[in-house]
Structure formats: C-alpha cells, structure tokens
C-alpha cells in the first residue's frame, strides 16, 4: 500500500493525524504528512483517515508486485 498527500490540496484539517496518528501528522505550517517511513504503511485505519479528509487530498493506492 503507498499513501500520498497532495500538499497543494490539504487544508490542515488534522482528520488523518486523529485517524491514524501513527501513519499520518502535521508539518510546522499545520498540514498532514505521512510519518517518515510509513509510506508504504499497511492498516485499517490508512484507508479511514483517506476517506475522513474534508478535501480529498490523501490517496492510498495498493502496491503492485515487483
């Protein structure tokens, strides 16, 4: 699974960090980001906080096989 923010679309609306607080935080200026080295993070609560964000700037895609 790879998650991903669009920076250019996230209000800082925190719902992913309430979600999944150990995938999901907020940057210095207040938005989401993923924590270092969840990025390819497995759980249930991935695809909650995707679905939890006002604006829709998280995707969470499913990893294909190498």
């Known amino acids: 699974m790879h998650i991903g923010i ?3 679309v996230c209000i800082g609306a925190g719902q992913c960090a ?8 907020q ?3 207040g938005f989401g980001t993923v924590r270092p080295g969840r990025e390819s993070a497995h759980g249930p609560l991935i695809r909650e906080a995707a ?4 604006v829709g700037a998280i995707t969470v895609t499913d990893a294909t096989p190498a």
């Open 51 to 54: 679905r939890a964000c006002p």
């Open 18 to 25: 309430l979600v999944s607080p150990d995938v999901f935080t």
């Open 27 to 29: 940057d210095d200026d």
């Open 6 to 8: 669009d920076t250019d």
